[in-house]
């Protein structure tokens, strides 16, 4: 099983500032690799996947890169709506898909 | 536009079984497969799980095989997913998730609201 790891645990950014969130896998992944965004109270949401394919209707401030074991999620200029929890996800290797424990964006 | 909704909250004994729907709708339902996704009270994302609505083909996770069996009932674009033999552990909502892909499970773009399971005597 692909072990992911995720850091830092929690992130505090101002808004407007840029937030930079690390993910690493256990073995390669190759670009089989997607971000979730979670508020409380909520389902995930996708925003990356293919480690740099934005999905639909996710804004542009959000990209993603990084291929093999060590991806990245920036987001460049932080808005209110995304203070939450972010998670990446591999899907190279399954069953099982295997999350990250997760990075808690919140205000500083 | 695509929607999943899920069955309501459901409180059972140790030792029973739950079975949690996902109905689809907004999209063609036999394109896509349906993966579940659970989370255990302040916890992260756990996979359970994937079913190709295409022909019906699963995959497990491992620490739920044998518990676990997922349907699709095509008639009604539903998915359901039976988890048998709870366990105080298996405290969690549970999310059905639309996947990208047909045949193997990649990535969910839309998810249902989730559903609460409490497994307590």
């Known amino acids: 099983e692909i072990v992911m790891t995720q850091s830092p645990a929690t992130l505090s950014v101002s808004p407007g500032e840029r937030a930079t969130l690390s993910c690493r896998a256990s073995?390669?992944?190759?670009?089989?690799l997607a971000w979730y965004q979670q508020k409380p109270g909520q389902a995930p949401r996708l925003l990356i996947y293919?480690?740099?394919t934005r999905a639909a209707g996710i804004p542009a401030r959000f990209s993603g890169s990084g291929s093999g074991t060590e991806f990245t999620l920036t987001i460049s200029s932080l808005q209110s709506e995304d203070f939450a929890v972010y998670y990446c996800q591999q899907y190279s290797n399954w069953p099982p898909w295997t999350f990250g424990p997760g990075t808690k964006v919140d205000i500083k | 536009q695509v929607q999943l909704v899920q069955s309501g909250a459901e409180v059972k004994k140790p030792g029973a079984s739950v079975k949690v729907s996902c109905k689809a709708s907004g999209y063609t339902f036999t394109s896509y497969g349906i993966s579940w996704v659970r989370q255990a009270p302040g916890q992260g994302l756990e996979w359970m799980g994937w079913?190709?609505?295409?022909?019906?083909?699963?995959n497990y996770a491992q620490n739920v095989q044998g518990r676990v069996t997922m349907t699709t009932d095509t008639s009604t674009s539903t998915v359901y997913m039976e988890l048998r033999s709870l366990r105080s552990d298996d405290t969690a909502v549970y999310y059905c998730g639309r996947d990208l892909a047909a045949m193997i499970p990649t990535v969910s773009d839309c998810w249902g609201q989730g559903t609460l399971v409490i497994v307590s005597s």
């Open positions: 073995q390669s992944v190759g670009s089989d």
């Open positions: 079913i190709s609505a295409h022909n019906g083909n699963t």
């Open positions: 293919g480690a740099s």
